[in-house]
């Protein structure tokens, strides 16, 4: 279980996916993006460039070096569209809690 999709969440999973374990995201926002598409301001821009940004496996040369927080979050939408982590996103899902049962956690949505 992966909470949150932010840029840390949807790296995670993917990593984890690519690493064979069973993956479900979920967020209780409708979209990706976590804080850059929850908590932003208006015109607000990234404060890290690209180069730092973007990862290394997806990386974007075209973008502008210190990009808005706007197309951060399209970057991210896309990064989830070429990984496909749709397939394994609930979104409008909120955790309750997790508690660990045994060797394993258990989550309420």
């Known amino acids: 279980l992966v909470i949150g999709a932010g840029a ?10 690519e690493r064979g374990h069973e993956v479900c995201i979920v ?3 409708h ?3 976590g804080t850059f598409e929850n908590k932003s301001y208006k015109d607000a821009r ?3 460039s690209k180069y730092l940004t973007c990862f290394s496996d997806f ?11 706007a197309d951060y979050v399209v970057y ?6 070429h990984f496909r982590l749709g ?3 609930r979104t409008g899902t909120k955790v ?3 508690q660990r049962r045994g060797g394993a956690y258990a989550g309420a949505l």
């Open 27 to 29: 967020t209780d926002s």
């Open 46 to 48: 990234m404060v890290s």
């Open 96 to 98: 309750i809690n997790v």
């Open 59 to 69: 990386r974007r040369p075209a973008a502008e070096v210190h990009m808005s927080l």
């Open 8 to 17: 840390s969440g949807l790296v995670a999973a993917k990593t984890l996916r």
């Open 87 to 89: 397939e394994v996103m």
């Open 76 to 81: 991210l939408e896309e990064y989830v569209a």
């Open 31 to 33: 979209k990706v993006g």
